[in-house]
């Protein structure tokens, strides 16, 4: 026994689902720009480590007389953090999944629910 054909898509849930198809490939596009300022080669991930190891040495030769010359972070990494980069793209990585989660709905109150067919009644004993 098997389901009966699901009814034709409405016009509105096709275009629902482009729209979700849309705001996903928005969302990924956003979240690949998030993902290259941190995994970039000198981007925020390899700086963050070189900070950490420079700190490191710094106070193992703190006890020593002379200068230390501390690692100091690439321009582009401090624009990157005073402008809030990362924040940014954090919020408008939130504000396409919210629409995502709203079109979501809408898709699932406009689409047919279909319900299996009735078992068949016992055989008569």
């Known amino acids: 026994s098997s389901l009966p054909p699901l009814p034709p898509m409405s016009q509105s849930v096709k275009e629902l689902e482009v729209k979700r198809?849309?705001?996903?490939s928005q969302q990924r596009d956003v979240s690949r720009q998030f993902n290259a300022?941190?995994?970039s080669p000198g981007g925020l991930n390899d700086t963050s480590a070189l900070v950490r190891k420079n700190l490191?040495?710094?106070?193992a030769v703190a006890q020593q007389p002379g200068f230390f010359?501390?690692?100091r972070v690439k321009e582009e990494v401090?624009?990157?953090?005073r402008k809030?980069?990362?924040k940014k793209l954090t919020q408008q990585i939130r504000r396409y999944q919210k629409?995502?989660?709203?079109?979501?709905?809408?898709?699932a109150v406009a689409r047919p629910v279909v319900r299996?067919?009735?078992p068949p009644p016992p055989p008569p004993p």
């Open 21 to 24: 198809d849309q705001l996903l």
């Open 37 to 39: 300022l941190l995994t």
């Open 56 to 59: 490191q040495a710094a106070i």
């Open 69 to 71: 010359e501390y690692y």
């Open 78 to 81: 401090r624009e990157v953090e």
């Open 84 to 86: 809030g980069e990362l």
């Open 99 to 107: 629409e995502i989660d709203q079109v979501n709905s809408s898709i």
């Open 116 to 118: 299996p067919p009735p």
